[in-house]
């Protein structure tokens, strides 16, 4: 059974900066991709970012330069690194991992997902 615990989320204002966790057990983590997704109230879960099993990464256009998506296969953890953050930021975080290597934009192409963790960015 694979687990995903995010952990990290909190309030910051405008501009701080925050680091997500996910630990994931349950399987052989560093084969296989990870991303993280957030969902603000009455919107649609939205891609973040996501890397691969080989550190190949993505990011949305709205935290291209400002986000870091990181892990460390020893720890079998994922990190997001969120940097200027800004209000419209202010939503529960997602952590997901898919069966498959490749990373994935879209939510549907994830298997397992962690119980999400909020983020709150004050203006």
């Known amino acids: 059974q694979v687990q995903l615990v995010e952990s990290g989320g909190g309030l910051v204002q405008a501009e701080g900066s925050l680091r997500l966790s996910c630990a994931a057990s349950?399987?052989?983590?560093?084969?296989?991709?990870m991303g993280w997704f957030r969902q603000a109230p009455g919107k649609e879960r939205e891609f973040v970012s996501a890397i691969s099993w080989a550190g190949i990464t993505d990011y949305a256009i709205s935290v291209k330069g400002r986000f870091t998506i990181s892990r460390d296969n020893a720890k079998n953890t994922v990190y997001l690194q969120m940097n200027s953050l800004k209000p419209e930021d202010t939503a529960v975080y997602y952590c997901?991992?898919?069966?498959?290597?490749?990373?994935?934009?879209?939510?549907?192409?994830?298997?397992?997902w962690g119980q999400g963790t909020q983020v709150t960015v004050s203006s």
């Open positions: 997901a991992t898919r069966r498959n290597r490749i990373i994935a934009a879209t939510s549907s192409a994830y298997d397992y």
């Open positions: 349950g399987r052989t983590f560093s084969n296989y991709a």
